[in-house]
């Protein structure tokens, strides 16, 4: 598999978020044509700057913490969940050119696009008759 | 989670409206605290359709002011509705399948598309003129003035 999804991994405590939220895996969506991998993420509430995509050993990690909406002051009516902390890996292969990993959020959905390297995409080779 | 029951069959769509149908809404949170505590037995939901009960819904209020949070990623201003009937607000929309046609294949589908709806009853009755609604990042947040009424009012003790 090109892209294997890390099933239930838990993030650890940063500095940045040395607060325990409620992890939540974003719902993901993949695609794949010969020369690419694309994975879209559902994260709504995460901002860009709150968002850290880290790539390290060939693991890539999504992590994108939602902010509560500056709450009212007082007392909250309903609450359903602490929107938490979106928390998602991947295990990418050789297949993958990860220097060329691309990323961009809209609207609360990530895209990111995996490019495969030159070596694995196929290629037609064309026989000379001469 | 994955429902054992076959609730999605499309016969039975109006039995996941919360609007026609309470025990929705009570499935639904019983759906959720399953799998806060079980994890969903880490099985990775398969692509269902978009329903009212997949829209995180969150309210919170002070004395002037309601404030409503949904998270909608990846829908158009354009394609949500907002309705205020009396004290019910109503958010409905379409969530449309962003895939282009040089994405490829499919190869793994988690997220969900198509309508959803969903009304929620307000704790007071509002301002109608004073609704405002916000989208940003995959959110959208409508704020609620409450009427004049309604609001607390401090009321002074006066020392003899």
Redesign the interface.
């Known amino acids: 598999m090109i892209v294997e999804?890390i099933?239930?991994p838990r993030p650890a405590a940063s500095a940045e978020e040395p607060r325990l939220r409620?992890v939540r895996t974003p719902?993901?969506?993949?695609?794949?044509?010969?020369q690419?991998?694309?994975i879209?993420a559902?994260?709504?509430?995460?901002?860009a700057e709150r968002l850290a995509i880290d790539l390290r050993e060939g693991v890539l990690t999504l992590r994108g913490e939602v902010d509560s909406?500056a709450?009212?002051?007082?007392?909250?009516?309903?609450?359903?969940?602490d929107?938490g902390t979106f928390y998602r890996q991947f295990r990418l292969s050789e297949a993958i050119d990860q220097e060329r990993i691309e990323a961009r959020?809209a609207?609360?959905?990530l895209r990111l696009e995996l490019p495969k390297t030159k070596t694995a995409t196929p290629r037609k080779i064309a026989v000379s008759t001469r | 989670m994955t429902s054992l029951i076959p609730w999605r069959r499309s016969s039975e769509r109006a039995l996941r409206d919360p609007a026609t149908f309470p025990l929705a809404q009570l499935r639904w949170d019983f759906d959720r605290v399953f799998d806060r505590f079980f994890g969903g037995f880490g099985i990775d939901e398969p692509g269902l359709d978009f329903s009212s009960a997949d829209v995180r819904m969150d309210v919170t209020e002070d004395d002037e002011r309601i404030l409503v949070r949904a998270e909608v990623p990846g829908i158009e201003a354009k394609d949500l509705d907002i309705t205020l009937t009396g004290d019910v607000l109503t958010l409905s929309g379409e969530k449309r399948d962003e895939r282009s046609a040089q994405d490829g294949d499919r190869t793994w589908s988690e997220r969900r598309f198509g309508s959803f709806r969903r009304s929620i009853p307000l704790s007071c009755a509002v301002d109608p003129d004073s609704v405002t609604a916000e989208y940003a990042n995959g959110v959208l947040t409508v704020a609620l003035v409450k009427a004049e009424g309604v609001r607390p009012r401090r009321i002074e003790v006066k020392g003899a």
């Open positions: 999804r099933r239930a409620i719902a993901v969506d993949m695609f794949e044509t010969p690419a991998v694309t879209l559902d994260m709504p509430g995460v901002a909406p709450a009212p002051s007082g007392s909250e009516a309903r609450r359903e969940d929107p959020l609207a609360g959905v």
